[in-house]
């Protein structure tokens, strides 16, 4: 041990962790507990990563990242049967192999790797290890503890789940997003976008249109959600219609500040060529405008799947991402609960993923693009 | 010449005060001034004297807050919505989501010329300002003479009979300003445009220009008037005859008068 | 800007336009249930009778522009403030979470936007999370929220504020992030000319230049504050506020009772977006903001 | 005093006055009880209250107790207030369907949220297919409100016979025009409305002595409500209870679901129950251990 | 004067490449250049031929993709964490939201000097570039010119012992200029700084700088250093001497060498 010499906080910390784990031995208070040879594979893991911390980053962070998560795996593994009865060395060691976690993601961000495939590797394997860490401590944090199943089911429960129960998560899906949620994301912000335009077109509407633009802004989901299926009736229609009214107060805002945010001198020069509105609009002002428009774009891609789900908890056909969440937690499925959660927000990455690769080809030239 | 042609510019007892949170500035006081059909008239004066804001003013850029002014027989608002100028700002004002030759283009889609025509001009008003090869660069991949430049040719291939030009020249060299001074007075001779063209440099005022406004400033005011006698063809060294010399001479004591420096 | 006095007519004859509509709807939506009413009483009504009775039912489908605003000014005016029943009671209740909410979340929001924005670890790796926890349907977890919130002694305003926080702070942090990579190359590179530390670029610069996002962000976050104010109402037994009318509301189907809640949660949006608007334009102001 | 915090499932009624009755009558204060209601609402789960200890009873349907139960929530029924199911599904005598032969190929109002095992046990029986198909039903998760049927949406509904039934009546309807599927009269109900406690608790004798000072009390109160139904109705509306008419005529709608208020759960009614819930593999193993005597053996002596 | 002071900036096969959407763009190849403590360096060459780059890879706002550089004997970004140099940039780059004495306030307080010193430093530099009464108005109220000068300002109030300006005068008329001219060189003589400065007017650089460095574009090279004969004391007449107008006429000659118009 005297050969292990940390060089970063981390490594301290994590040392210093493992020696309290020694002091409060042992792991949980359950016989037999951890084997002899689990628990000194755990430390060994330990060790190992905080010696890595001296080597090259490359290697260092490869070797980190092994006795990181080596050891989380057999920690977490081993309270298998022992659900409920861990001690303070469990999380003090599942606190050091995080701490370890942490330093190898910081290498690994320092990095910069020539190679393009290497760049996009490290951008995608820096936020999974932070991902997985939250899993991890979700896992050993409900295990260790026995925390009731119907409170909070550990991650491997709902992986099962999610991996057993495809059929009926791919029509929810298809139910709620394909149908309901891009929809109303595409008729929400554009509404809100052509409102702006038109309160910007008439003074008229400006000066009355976003007063009572505002009001929409907040109309609880709760409270429009029964009158929409009253008035659409109680399949996806009324849930798309939530999804409008939640959509479109963002992008009326964003629209709204982005039409102001040209500059003067560039409104001058369109002046002189005595160009038109419409014309000054698309080809000046909806580019400078760009920027608060996709923030829109962004916010509402999330708010738009929260609509939709939310909006199935009052009457819908059964099917449907919020008809299954509301449905199964009066079944006590939180499994299930979970395992649409973690569907919701998948799609919704890759929605808000797809809207971000947007704004980067569309707004290029924005500074915050260009790397500020 | 002034006499004879008709008035393109015409302002009288112009005035123009702008408000500001820290009181009243006035920019322009009582300018009078006529520009006629095909002239060319260059504007100096020290910096801060009210140039640019005439320059706006005609433009109807701004609205003076006393006086009159027309521009071809109407006011400028009528004059700016039938396209009757071309506008260089002090500025490049390039749109950074458009590269160079998109940037040229701009006022070319704006007024809804063929697609072909637009390559022609492009091409052209690009050679012109000697940035071929840079047409697919964005603003900001260009020195700052590069950019200024490119909003030159975006006002040249506009096309208009009036252009009026903010320091067009500026950040430019001696040997491309020499250059694009031939071109600009080629283009005025060939084409019969009227020019109000902004310049601190004296001798640029002077071969140029058919007429030399000289202001003064705080308020910005027209101190002198000077009418070139050189003739309208101005080979490069016509800078160095005593005609010319003496011109810049009146030029010089004219912007002197105007200046508060003891030297 | 507009003065207020600009803004009455238009305000008012958009709101009259509106009402007109809601009428016309009043009338379409209400009528199947009364022509059932009528066929079930063997009554045959006339025009103008029938037009009366859609807009005078006790529990109709789209409640008449009157009947709420009658609902409304006797749930405002006419009971004390302190009376549960009262829209101003309910109508603070929720307020009060919500600005708590609306602030915990602003701060939270411009915190992560900060670190994304500093720390090269946190952009790569705390984005996509965030992202993926806005996608969690709030109604769903609030109850367990307020359950664990409940086990560890948490009662009371703060569970609801922290629902607001989980909604608000999202279009915050997605602003931030955007607004302090805003300024221009040639401002960064000046400070980096001063070797300005990161506390000064931020302050002196990336912050002024990001105000405008900000005060973007920060009208739809005080929006969404106050939906996440009221779905929190919801799980703690739904005791007072906007959200808890609604909810006995809608159990009762008092469509009316629904729609003033509605109105005064539309009320106080609409307040609370255009205090952010002032404050947005006072800032603005001080900062030598030039008119449009 | 010994604190005590009740759970109730849904918002305050007078489905609950039993309890708001023994607190404001003082029933707790006499057993040494300090009792919190807290009120429920669409989206608690009392089971989950339970178990993340905000709770030390709480009223929940059978079907969600049991299922939680095998989730490792070891609940316990300690009482059984509600001796029959309010649970119906009713439609209009103008509407298609008459009599259970008519259900194919139309839309039914379903609540969820656990509270659907009756129905699909129903259907079940019935050889029934709810999948939407044109030689089965289609089921609409209706919402807490009786809207679908004002609305044509659903062709049947489901109410409680002492709320949402009213609520029809209130709408216009005429009891003569209105169809009426009685679970319980139709011997598909499931237990509602009893009380539940943790298993590991009841073992600590000082807990379960509470519990019987508890179930006394609170049957105390139900007697009380069920002689007292306009007075009890009041002390609802006190807790806030919205409605007072409504909550009268659900008072005495309620206390034909008493019974003889003894709170004693009847083992045959446990048994249908549970057997039913296994069919439907809400539950996959039989329970045991699922509901005690004990309590109320105590209580009502 | 070159040899015996100290190295201020030593750059050896310095090469600068940058990659655009449309392929490599050499900005710079094979500049060697030294700079001696207490100089007075001018860069000119045409638009567009690495003047700015070259400045800017001094200031370490641009990273060099061959050669070495070393500033005051370290690299340039030691050298700027120890803020070893002021920049006035081509453009004003005023903070639109900042008065215009809190821009000049701005570098100030990031080196954290008390408000009495700020106060002092406003005052004197903003005196200096001829803008006082001005101090309370925003950017955007400002002329093209007095922007430039409010950005002078910023620089000097900094007051670093080695200045990088490019193009500080390109917007200013030739009196106020010529007033900037002699105070610039006041001030470096009293303080010995070192100051490389970008222009594009021959005099300028003749009048101002112990050495001239002469650049020629695509790519960016130096093409001829002339070292200044002229004394250090520098009346504005001395414009008119032989001695003046035989290094302008030879800056001339290096310039147009660099060009590639036929005229
Ligand atoms: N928008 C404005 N608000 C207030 N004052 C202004 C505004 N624009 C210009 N000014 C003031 O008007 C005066 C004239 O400005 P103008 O830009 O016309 O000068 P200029 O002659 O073009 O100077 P330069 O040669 O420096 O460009 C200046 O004192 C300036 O401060
Ligand atoms: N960020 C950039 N990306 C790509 N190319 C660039 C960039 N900056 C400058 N260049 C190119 O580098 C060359 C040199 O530019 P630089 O700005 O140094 O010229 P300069 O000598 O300062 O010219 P000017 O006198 O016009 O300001 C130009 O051809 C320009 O197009
Ligand atoms: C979301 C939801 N919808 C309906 C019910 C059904 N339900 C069970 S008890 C009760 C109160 C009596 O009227 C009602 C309506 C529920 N529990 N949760
Ligand atoms: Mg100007
Ligand atoms: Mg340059």
Avoid at chain 4, 228 to 247: C, L, P, R, T
């Amino acid at each position: 041990m005297s050969s292990v010499t940390p060089r970063s906080w981390q490594g301290f910390a994590a040392l210093a962790l493992l020696a309290v784990a020694v002091l409060f031995w042992p792991i949980v208070h359950a016989t037999p507990g951890y084997g002899i040879a689990a628990a000194a594979l755990i430390f060994l893991l330990l060790l190992l990563a905080i010696a890595a911390d001296n080597f090259p980053p490359a290697i260092g962070a490869i070797l980190l990242f092994i006795g990181a998560h080596g050891a989380a795996w057999i920690l977490v593994a081993g309270i298998t049967g022992n659900e409920g009865t861990a001690r303070a060395p469990f999380y003090l060691l599942l606190a050091a192999a995080w701490l370890l976690a942490w330093r190898c993601v910081t290498i690994l961000s320092a990095l910069r790797p020539t190679s393009r495939w290497a760049a996009t590797a490290l951008r995608l394997i820096i936020p999974a290890i932070f991902g997985a860490w939250i899993l991890i401590i979700w896992e050993a944090v409900t295990r260790g503890a026995g925390i009731p199943f119907i409170l909070l089911p550990p991650p491997s429960a709902i992986g099962a789940r999610i991996a057993n129960s495809l059929p009926i998560l791919a029509a929810d899906v298809r139910q709620t997003i394909f149908k309901a949620v891009i929809f109303g994301y595409v008729v929400g912000s554009g509404a809100g976008f052509l409102t702006a335009i038109l309160a910007d077109r008439v003074p008229f509407f400006r000066r009355g249109l976003l007063p009572i633009g505002n009001m929409v802004s907040a109309l609880p989901i709760i409270g429009v959600a029964p009158i929409m299926v009253m008035w659409f009736g109680f399949d996806w229609q009324s849930k798309a219609a939530v999804v409008i009214i939640m959509t479109f107060f963002p992008m009326l805002v964003n629209t709204v500040a982005g039409l102001a945010a040209s500059g003067h001198m560039e409104r001058d020069l369109m002046r002189t060529y005595a160009s038109g509105y419409w014309q000054t609009l698309f080809k000046l002002r909806l580019p400078a405008a760009a920027p608060f428009i996709f923030n829109a774009l962004k916010i509402n891609s999330t708010l738009a799947l929260i609509g939709a789900i939310v909006a199935e908890f009052f009457g819908t056909p059964v099917v449907g991402m919020g008809f299954r969440i509301s449905t199964e937690v009066g079944r006590m499925n939180i499994d299930m609960v979970w395992a649409e959660i973690a569907v919701a927000a998948l799609a919704g990455s890759v929605f808000y993923g797809v809207v971000a690769l947007f704004e980067r080809a569309v707004t290029f030239w924005h500074p915050s693009v260009r790397g500020g | 010449m002034t006499g004879a042609s008709p008035a393109v510019v015409s302002a009288s007892k112009l005035g123009l005060t702008f408000s500001t949170n820290d009181g009243p500035v006035q920019a322009l006081t009582d300018v009078d001034l006529t520009i006629g059909k095909g002239e060319f008239v260059s504007f100096i004066g020290p910096s801060g004297c009210g140039k640019t804001t005439l320059l706006r003013v005609i433009a109807d850029l701004e609205k003076p807050t006393s006086g009159t002014i027309s521009v071809n027989g109407m006011t400028p608002e009528q004059a700016r919505e039938k396209r009757a100028y071309g506008y260089v700002f002090q500025a490049a004002a390039l749109f950074p989501w458009r590269t160079i030759e998109r940037n040229v283009a701009l006022p070319l889609e704006v007024i809804g010329l063929s697609k072909a025509e637009q390559v022609e001009r492009i091409k052209r008003t690009l050679d012109l300002v000697n940035l071929s090869g840079f047409e697919k660069k964005y603003p900001w991949q260009l020195s700052g003479g590069m950019q200024q430049r490119a909003s030159i040719a975006r006002a040249l291939a506009f096309d208009a009979d009036l252009l009026l030009m903010d320091e067009p020249f500026g950040a430019l060299d001696e040997i491309v300003r020499d250059h694009l001074n031939k071109q600009l007075l080629e283009l005025w001779e060939r084409t019969n445009k009227t020019i109000c063209f902004v310049t601190h440099s004296i001798p640029e005022a002077v071969y140029l220009s058919t007429r030399i406004v000289v202001m003064s400033p705080r308020p910005g005011r027209v101190s002198d008037v000077i009418s070139s006698t050189l003739p309208k063809e101005r080979p490069l060294h016509i800078r160095e005859t005593p005609e010319f010399l003496a011109i810049a001479a009146r030029v010089r004591d004219g912007l002197h008068a105007g200046h508060s420096y003891e030297d | 800007m507009d003065s207020f006095r600009d803004k009455i007519v238009p305000v008012t004859s958009i709101l009259v336009g509106i009402v007109v509509v809601w009428y016309v709807f009043a009338v379409i939506l209400n009528a199947p249930f009364q022509r059932d009413l009528d066929r079930r009483a063997n009554v045959t009504p006339g025009v103008v009778e029938f037009m009366g009775k859609t807009l005078a039912q006790p529990k109709p489908t789209l409640p008449a522009p009157h009947q709420v605003a009658v609902n409304f000014f006797e749930n405002t005016f006419l009971r004390s403030v302190t009376s549960s029943r009262s829209l101003v009671y309910n109508a603070w209740v929720t307020l009060s979470s919500t600005l708590l909410g609306f602030a915990f979340g602003t701060a939270l929001g411009i915190v992560i936007a900060v670190g994304i924005v500093h720390v090269a670890t946190l952009d790569r790796s705390l984005m996509p999370w965030i992202i993926a926890s806005q996608t969690i349907p709030i109604l769903a977890v609030a109850p367990m929220i307020i359950v664990v919130l409940a086990a560890i002694g948490i009662t009371g305003l703060i569970p609801k504020a922290l629902i607001s926080t989980y909604l608000s702070f999202f279009p915050v942090a997605v602003g931030m992030v955007k607004g302090l990579r805003s300024p221009e190359f040639t401002h960064l590179d000046l400070m980096h000319t001063y070797n300005a530390s990161r506390a000064q670029t931020f302050w002196k610069l990336r912050v002024p230049a990001s105000v405008p996002f900000l005060f973007t962000s920060m009208k739809v976050a005080v929006a969404a504050s106050l939906v996440g104010a009221i779905v929190g109402e919801l799980p703690t037994g739904a005791v007072a506020g906007i959200g808890a009318k609604l909810l006995a509301g809608a159990y009762y189907s008092q469509t009316i009772d629904i729609w003033s809640a509605l109105v005064a949660g539309s009320v106080v949006a609409a307040l609370l977006v255009m205090a952010v608007g002032i404050a947005g334009r006072l800032v603005d102001r001080a900062m030598g903001g030039r008119a449009a | 005093a010994d604190k005590v915090t009740l759970q109730l499932k849904w918002v305050t009624q007078a489905q609950f006055a039993g309890y708001y009755v023994a607190k404001d009558k003082g029933f707790y204060d006499e057993e040494g009880l300090d009792v919190d209601i807290k009120p429920g609402g669409p989206d608690i789960a009392p089971e989950q209250v339970i178990a993340g200890g905000g709770a030390d009873v709480i009223v929940d349907w059978m079907g969600g107790a049991l299922a939680a139960r095998e989730k490792g929530v070891p609940l316990v029924n300690i009482a059984q207030p509600f001796k029959k199911a309010g649970m119906e599904l009713v439609c209009p005598k103008d509407g298609p369907i008459k009599t259970e032969a008519d259900f194919k190929g139309h839309t039914l109002g379903v609540w969820f949220f656990g509270n659907e095992y009756p129905f699909y046990a129903w259907m079940n029986k019935l050889g029934l297919k709810t999948d939407g198909g044109p030689d089965g039903v289609t089921v609409l998760k209706q919402s807490f409100d009786v809207q679908p049927l004002i609305q044509k949406q659903a062709d049947c509904i489901s109410v409680m016979t002492y709320n949402e039934y009213w609520q029809l009546i209130d709408a216009g309807y005429k009891p003569e025009e209105l169809t009426v599927f009685n679970y319980s009269a139709m011997g598909n109900d499931l237990l509602e409305d009893g009380l539940y406690a943790s298993e590991d608790k009841l073992k600590d004798p000082a807990f379960e002595d509470k519990m019987v000072r508890f179930v006394r009390a609170s049957m105390k109160g139900w007697k009380y409500a069920v002689d007292n139904s306009d007075e009890a109705a009041g002390i609802v509306m006190d807790n806030g209870g919205q409605d007072e008419n409504h909550q009268k005529r659900m008072m005495g709608e309620v206390a034909k679901l008493i019974d003889n208020a003894d709170g004693k759960l009847d083992p045959a009614t446990y048994e249908r129950t549970a057997k039913a819930l296994l069919d439907q593999k809400i539950i996959t193993k039989e329970p045991s251990g699922a509901y005690t005597t004990a309590i109320t053996d105590k209580a009502i002596k």
